[in-house]
């Protein structure tokens, strides 16, 4: 059982690049969400997706576009990467959105570490 | 605007000693508070967490505290060991199961 997995855990970036990170999980979890961790700021919702065919938005969507095609898969797209885009990218994803209960609880992926120059 | 605030940002404690991290949240809409511990080059990790009808939760040595009334929670960490020397965040949860997370506290516990 892997749990979350991202890809790749590195990358540096030219301003203006596009590239994808991958996230998948193997939980069979309806929820999936990309946050991004800076500095002093925790971490922050970009993008979050309740089931496969749909997504919406988070706290900070700018600049990040995502998809769910499959439930297993929620890969988050940087369409012209930008220096304040570096940062720690956490995918995370949970049985469902309903009420607390123990089976909701949010895990974690172990992060991708974003460099833009 | 941050809608869950945290402090102290960093926290050093000699071993065996108490960890106290707080927490303050505005959005009474929040339904489920929990506390994640972050080792370097890791990802949040479940610690525990409690709901707004329950004023106490321990597990071993962590309990969370929460004040509804007041909006604030906190974490504690009894008999501190170097191993629990991470960054600790408390986050809130919203609609559609959104965290909103505080700034993390940077723990560290001498030996």
């Not at chain 1, 590195?10 to 979890?29: E, I, R």
């Not at chain 1, 990218?89 to 460099?115: D, K, R, V």
């Not at chain 2, 504690?76 to 993390?104: E, K, V, W």
Request: charged share 15%; net charge positive.
């Amino acid at each position: 059982n892997a749990g979350v997995t991202q890809t790749p855990k590195f990358q540096v970036l030219k301003t203006g690049q596009s590239m994808t990170l991958q996230c998948a999980q193997d939980m069979n979890h309806e929820y999936m969400s990309w946050y991004r961790q800076d500095p002093g700021m925790g971490l922050r919702l970009i993008h979050y997706s309740v089931g496969a065919g749909i997504t919406d938005q988070g706290e900070v969507p700018n600049g990040y576009n995502v998809s769910r095609s499959t439930t297993e898969d929620f890969p988050l797209r940087l369409l012209s990467a930008a220096p304040s885009q570096t940062s720690v990218y956490f995918c995370a994803s949970s049985y469902s959105q309903g009420p607390f209960l123990p089976g909701n609880t949010i895990y974690f992926g172990e992060g991708s570490w974003l460099t833009v120059v | 605007q941050q809608q869950v605030k945290q402090s102290p940002q960093s926290l050093i404690v000699q071993k065996g000693g108490i960890s106290i991290i707080n927490c303050a949240y505005e959005n009474t809409a929040f339904d489920y508070f929990p506390w994640y511990q972050q080792f370097p080059g890791k990802g949040p990790a479940l610690l525990i967490a409690i709901r707004p009808d329950v004023s106490e939760k321990k597990e071993g040595r962590f309990t969370i505290s929460f004040n509804k009334s007041a909006k604030q929670f906190s974490l504690h960490i009894m008999d501190s060991q170097p191993g629990d020397s991470a960054t600790y965040f408390c986050a809130a949860r919203g609609a559609g199961n959104m965290l909103t997370f505080g700034g993390g506290t940077r723990l560290m516990v001498k030996p």
